[in-house]
């Protein structure tokens, strides 16, 4: 393949065939021509012919598939890079190698004033445990050491890190040995993240999108919030996304909303909306997600954040500003909660105005039939990651572990949402769960409870045309003329059209359908290599020797 697959200057128009485009204007296209950073116009080979001598550009696609570029619907940018650039725990094999890890890292970085790590999770090691206080101060020397479980709902950290934060030892979620949560868990993260320099910022954030831009992603939610991240951190990601270099970023902030002056600090911060992780519990893993019944491994049925009214105000307040609303929401009782809000704000305002609102619901684990039928009413977004089911579904997993079997077999309905009209955007959590976008839309279709399964191709729509939707784009997402640029090149096998009902598979494989083919993602087969990621006609990565 021509190594100059796309224009430098987004203002140039370029040609490019003799390759597969995956396009709903033309499923047999094989050329596609860019011009002024959009696509302006899809179709055959043999029609490419009359534009080739009026072009500032033929490239020679040599075989690729061209796709719209994926959007990963829910990144924390700066903590991605930090992990991918610092300690990651999530290969860890057990403690004793979790342990090692940290004391190596601690060695080769004398200089930092706070050590910080992320992913480690006991729930996959022998024993179970995750390591105590004591064993992190030996392992680091005494210094100041914070390290995120990988569903970074609650962390572990040194005694050095706990003296920076006084007071905390009466903070909610405290314990005295045993991870952090809660209140306690987002003092000491703050103060673990003061020590982050900005331009050690920078630097994760450069290396975090860097990392999305190689892999076809061009575009993320950023969810960022005032328990998660501060508002530094917020904006100069966002300032550093409008250079122009790498993928677009989409910020929401996850401040809870209640007037107009909320709103507006929202707004001033460069945010689409109060949304993201705005926690009305935790996680599963953390025992903090808010259950209607009790966790089968421990007491209790976790944390409520917020409660109806909460959200009911959040929502009227920003469906008023003009601004989306949105919540992080993984337990049946969770989920209850922001329905019962929402369905009151519809109940006074009407219900035109939320659905017009694309409000969003991130995680949205934990369904009912109800709940996904009011979903579909109330015209909420479902910000999905079924690389959580791919890490902990299955009877042996850990969402079997903390809720047995029969509850854990209801998560993640992914079939249920597309067939009630809920609308889908996909994304990875990252750091949570990896970006990986191939292996997202693998993990949606090949569901490990068959019953929540979808096809590759309604999964694929979630994670490209999907994400744009849920910021309120309608003409993004796919390739069609008068759409943004937005596309990636891939190195990949056969074509097919992969679904759970076979006897849609064998019709859609039929050229009559006209059903555009995707790469196969049958599990164990390798992944789409990217050879190029294009934004706005502008390309921001290009494989090496691709």
Wanted: proline letters at 6%.
């Amino acid at each position: 393949m021509n190594p100059s697959t796309a224009s430098e200057s987004p203002s140039r128009t370029v040609l490019l065939r003799g390759g597969e485009v995956h396009s709903p204007a033309d499923p047999f296209a094989t050329a596609m021509v860019v011009e002024r950073g959009h696509v302006a116009w899809v179709g055959s080979e043999g029609a490419a012919d009359s534009f080739a001598t009026g072009v500032d550009e033929v490239v020679d696609l040599d075989g690729a598939l061209v796709t719209p570029a994926f959007t990963d619907a829910h990144v924390h940018t700066t903590a991605t890079g930090l992990a991918l650039t610092g300690l990651d725990l999530s290969g860890a094999r057990d403690l004793a190698d979790a342990l090692g890890r940290v004391r190596a890292h601690a060695a080769a970085h004398p200089a930092d004033r706070v050590l910080l790590g992320h992913g480690w999770d006991a729930a996959r090691w022998p024993g179970l445990r995750p390591p105590t206080r004591a064993e992190l101060d030996e392992a680091t020397g005494g210094r100041p050491l914070y390290l995120t479980r990988v569903d970074v709902h609650s962390a572990v950290v040194t005694t050095a890190l706990l003296d920076l934060v006084p007071g905390v030892t009466r903070r909610t979620g405290y314990a005295a040995d045993a991870p952090l949560t809660g209140d306690a868990h987002h003092a000491v993260r703050a103060a673990a993240h003061a020590a982050v320099t900005p331009a050690h910022r920078a630097e994760a954030q450069r290396a975090a999108l860097a990392r999305a831009a190689s892999l076809g992603i061009g575009s993320v939610h950023e969810c960022g919030g005032p328990d998660i991240s501060d508002e530094d951190d917020f904006t100069a990601l966002l300032a550093l996304a409008a250079g122009g270099d790498g993928p677009r970023v989409q910020g929401y902030w996850a401040q809870h909303v209640t007037d107009e002056k909320d709103a507006l600090r929202v707004r001033e911060l460069g945010a689409l909306g109060a949304a993201g992780d705005l926690f009305v519990d935790g996680s599963l893993g953390s025992h903090t997600a808010c259950l209607a019944e009790p966790y089968a491994d421990a007491p209790g049925t976790g944390t409520a954040h917020l409660d109806a009214a909460d959200v009911a105000a959040h929502v009227a307040a920003c469906t008023e500003a003009g601004l989306q609303a949105g919540f992080h929401a993984i337990g049946d009782a969770a989920v209850a909660v922001v329905v019962e809000g929402v369905r009151a704000v519809a109940d006074r305002i009407g219900v035109a105005r939320v659905r017009a609102a694309r409000h969003r619901v991130e995680h949205a684990e934990m369904l009912t039939p109800a709940t996904v039928a009011a979903f579909a009413e109330l015209g909420l977004t479902a910000s999905v990651q079924p690389a959580f089911d791919a890490a902990w579904g299955g009877e042996e997993g850990m969402y079997a572990a903390r809720l047995g079997v029969a509850r854990a077999r209801t998560l993640n309905p992914y079939a249920a949402l597309l067939k009630a009209g809920v609308p889908l955007a996909l994304g990875s959590d990252s750091p949570v769960t990896a970006l990986d976008p191939w292996g997202t839309v693998r993990a949606a279709a090949f569901h490990r409870t068959p019953e929540h399964r979808v096809s590759v191709r309604a999964a694929f729509a979630a994670h490209t045309r999907g994400g744009w939707r849920a910021i309120g784009r309608d003409d993004a997402g796919t390739l069609v003329p008068g759409a943004p640029a937005d596309y990636a090149l891939w190195r990949t096998g056969e074509l097919i059209v992969q679904a759970p009902d076979d006897r849609v598979a064998r019709w859609s494989t039929d050229p009559r359908s006209g059903t555009p083919g995707l790469p196969d993602l049958t599990p164990c087969r390798p992944l789409p290599e990217c050879l190029e990621t294009v934004v706005g006609g502008q390309t921001i990565f290009r494989r090496p020797n691709g």
